[in-house]
């Protein structure tokens, strides 16, 4: 039975600042870099005519990183697919919806992104349902993934934060 996942970032930075590091494809290539992912790949970046922003990316881990849970059920590395699209900014708000899969495994994700003024800065809402179809053990899949998905967008919003902070360049460590 699928899991949903509700998450939350806070960046000290504007709906329209944010966004527009989403539209950066260097932003893009230092935010998968620093992923500490073993692969990864920008798939595609598109910048529409209306400003939306589409994102394609791999992430892939090696094998002796993997928990022993994963190791059980998914040969090999794992690689994670990840789709963005983001409607540009409207009424000071972005909008996405997210889609994600493991290649080769019977795990997927769907979501939908919200942008928004927070505050002093804006928050990234993020609803996500998890599905793993394998019998017995695909809850407790998804609620790894969920875990995983959290440590995910608190280092994404980290690096954002210090893109933007340094004037969207890559963040020194």
Not at 15 to 27: K, T
Request: hydrophobic content about 40%; some cysteine; overall charge neutral.
């Amino acid at each position: 039975m699928p899991r949903t996942f509700t998450l939350s970032a806070h960046y000290p930075a504007s709906v329209e600042q944010v966004f527009a590091a989403f539209a950066d494809v260097q932003y893009w290539r230092a935010r998968l870099a620093d992923s500490g992912a073993d692969f990864v790949a920008l798939n595609s970046m598109t910048v529409g005519v209306d400003g939306g922003v589409d994102v394609a990316t791999t992430q892939g881990i090696h094998r002796d990183k993997l928990p022993a849970l994963a190791v059980q059920f998914h040969p090999g590395n794992l690689d994670m697919e990840r789709h963005e699209t983001w409607r540009p900014v409207r009424d000071g708000r972005a909008r996405a919806e997210v889609t994600g899969k493991i290649v080769g495994a019977p795990a997927k994700l769907s979501g939908d992104a919200l942008l928004e003024p927070d505050g002093g800065g804006c928050a990234l809402r993020l609803r996500a349902t998890v599905r793993v179809d394998i019998p017995l053990v695909g809850g407790k899949i998804e609620g790894f993934i969920g875990g995983q998905l959290a440590d995910l967008m608190t280092a994404e919003q980290r690096f954002t934060s210090n893109w933007l902070r340094q004037g969207g360049s890559p963040p020194t460590a």
